[in-house]
């Protein structure tokens, strides 16, 4: 299936993913037409994507860099932007299928107006439905957006959730990070560098450093939860470090259903891009006998806390998963920025969320009915994580 596109965080690793999967699509003779690309503040990077995507817009989310932008696209026959509502504009613009990989609570408002426009959506930015779940999965039914999952796991889920109404639970895997057998007191003295160190994947920064704290998984329990209708006590999280299994559905009748394959992000971006099709993508092949072996263990609640922060935000409610999310948000740049030790990223949430409850009464108590209140708890944690890591200036 041919559709046009565009990719909201075109320089990420999903986004750098993404553009080796049209591609190779291309090369096939698909013609895949490309409306839309943005990034944060990599010039060079942008330049490079629209040499080889032939976009008709590129946004620059730095307002500031919009006369750099215009001289590095120079040439490229492409209309440019700058700011908040240039990548918005991208969102909006008329393409059949949109990536959503910009990082963090930044991607929420141009990936609503893709959905706005009832466009087939690609998640790969979490924050779409940690921060505004109920209000986005609403929004996407109102517009009869498609949702087509990214992150390999609810991927894997989507791939074989064949009869939901079926479904006795769902189990996320996780790798275990580059931590999972480290002690306590080995993680205290952990790096930056050695956080984004990930065994097996290769991803961007905040979503290595989530990963390192098991942050990512919790988020991605929100995630699952929202996106397939299943409550807390129906998801389970096992550490599964080969990567190898992705998810799995149980059914009533004993059945368990997995998707299983490489660790490589080209598999669920090619099934979300040609969906409900499958396209021939040059990944690398599962060879069983050559793994040898696939072993599972549950994850430590001791030394990762994280899966139990985020299980007990999503038992909350929406406003304190939009809470947690920002202030982990705040938390990972501050150990990036080595302000904090890395067990101080959890530590950090978990009393931004207790500030809140304390401080700003039932904040977190109420459902928020727009996305301006998701906005209002988003800064309010924000904020209060700023005050815990030690940067008052920025609260």
């Given at each position: 299936?041919?559709?046009?596109?565009?990719?909201?965080?075109?320089?990420?690793?999903?986004?750098?993913?993404?553009?080796?999967?049209?591609?190779?699509?291309?090369?096939?003779?698909?013609?895949?037409?490309?409306?839309?690309?943005?990034?944060?503040?990599?010039?060079?990077?942008?330049?490079?994507?629209?040499?080889?995507?032939?976009?008709?817009?590129?946004?620059?989310?730095?307002?500031?860099l919009l006369s750099e932008a215009?001289?590095?696209?120079?040439?490229?026959?492409?209309?440019?932007?700058?700011?908040?509502?240039?990548?918005?504009?991208?969102?909006?613009?008329?393409?059949?299928?949109?990536?959503?990989?910009?990082?963090?609570?930044?991607?929420?408002a141009p990936t609503m107006a893709?959905?706005?426009?009832?466009?087939?959506?690609?998640?790969?930015?979490?924050?779409?439905?940690?921060?505004?779940?109920?209000?986005?999965?609403?929004?996407?039914?109102?517009?009869?957006?498609?949702?087509?999952?990214?992150?390999?796991?609810?991927?894997?889920?989507?791939?074989?959730?064949?009869?939901?109404?079926?479904?006795?639970?769902?189990?996320?895997?996780?790798?275990?990070?580059?931590?999972?057998?480290?002690?306590?007191?080995?993680?205290?003295?952990?790096?930056?560098?050695?956080?984004?160190?990930?065994?097996?994947?290769?991803?961007?920064?905040?979503?290595?450093?989530?990963?390192?704290?098991?942050?990512?998984?919790?988020?991605?329990?929100?995630?699952?939860?929202?996106?397939?209708?299943?409550?807390?006590?129906?998801?389970?999280?096992?550490?599964?470090?080969?990567?190898?299994?992705?998810?799995?559905?149980?059914?009533?009748?004993?059945?368990?259903?997995?998707?299983?394959?490489?660790?490589?992000?080209?598999?669920?971006?090619?099934?979300?891009?040609?969906?409900?099709?499958?396209?021939?993508?040059?990944?690398?092949?599962?060879?069983?006998?050559?793994?040898?072996?696939?072993?599972?263990?549950?994850?430590?609640?001791?030394?990762?806390?994280?899966?139990?922060?985020?299980?007990?935000?999503?038992?909350?409610?929406?406003?304190?998963?939009?809470?947690?999310?920002?202030?982990?948000?705040?938390?990972?740049?501050?150990?990036?920025?080595?302000?904090?030790?890395?067990?101080?990223?959890?530590?950090?949430?978990?009393?931004?969320?207790?500030?809140?409850?304390?401080?700003?009464?039932?904040?977190?108590?109420?459902?928020?009915?727009?996305?301006?209140?998701?906005?209002?708890?988003?800064?309010?944690?924000?904020?209060?994580?700023?005050?815990?890591?030690?940067?008052?200036a920025a609260a």
């Open positions: 299936m041919t559709r046009s596109v565009s990719i909201l965080g075109v320089t990420g690793s999903i986004g750098q993913s993404t553009i080796q999967v049209i591609e190779e699509l291309r090369a096939q003779g698909r013609d895949i037409p490309v409306e839309a690309v943005t990034a944060a503040s990599r010039l060079d990077a942008l330049a490079e994507a629209c040499r080889r995507l032939k976009p008709k817009f590129a946004a620059i989310a730095d307002a500031s215009k001289a590095a696209l120079a040439g490229l026959n492409v209309e440019v932007g700058a700011g908040a509502s240039a990548l918005e504009e991208a969102g909006a613009r008329p393409a059949e299928w949109v990536m959503s990989a910009i990082v963090g609570a930044a991607g929420l893709a959905v706005r426009r009832g466009a087939h959506v690609a998640l790969a930015n979490k924050e779409c439905l940690v921060c505004a779940g109920p209000l986005f999965i609403e929004a996407a039914q109102a517009h009869e957006a498609t949702l087509l999952p990214v992150d390999s796991e609810h991927n894997a889920i989507f791939q074989v959730l064949t009869h939901p109404e079926r479904v006795e639970r769902l189990t996320l895997t996780a790798s275990g990070g580059p931590f999972r057998t480290w002690t306590r007191e080995q993680m205290a003295a952990a790096t930056p560098a050695q956080a984004c160190a990930h065994p097996m994947w290769n991803m961007g920064r905040k979503i290595s450093v989530d990963s390192a704290t098991l942050m990512n998984k919790g988020l991605e329990l929100i995630e699952a939860s929202y996106l397939f209708g299943f409550p807390s006590k129906s998801i389970d999280v096992i550490v599964h470090p080969q990567s190898t299994i992705h998810s799995l559905v149980h059914y009533v009748d004993g059945s368990v259903l997995a998707q299983l394959g490489t660790p490589d992000m080209r598999i669920p971006i090619s099934y979300a891009l040609t969906w409900p099709d499958r396209a021939a993508v040059s990944t690398a092949r599962l060879d069983l006998a050559k793994l040898s072996q696939l072993t599972f263990e549950a994850p430590d609640p001791t030394r990762f806390p994280a899966l139990r922060l985020a299980r007990s935000a999503l038992d909350r409610g929406a406003a304190a998963t939009t809470a947690l999310s920002a202030a982990n948000e705040i938390a990972v740049e501050a150990f990036l920025d080595g302000r904090i030790r890395f067990l101080d990223i959890s530590n950090t949430v978990e009393e931004a969320l207790s500030h809140l409850e304390g401080a700003e009464a039932g904040l977190l108590a109420k459902m928020p009915s727009s996305f301006d209140e998701v906005k209002a708890v988003d800064q309010a944690a924000r904020r209060a994580a700023r005050l815990i890591a030690g940067n008052p």
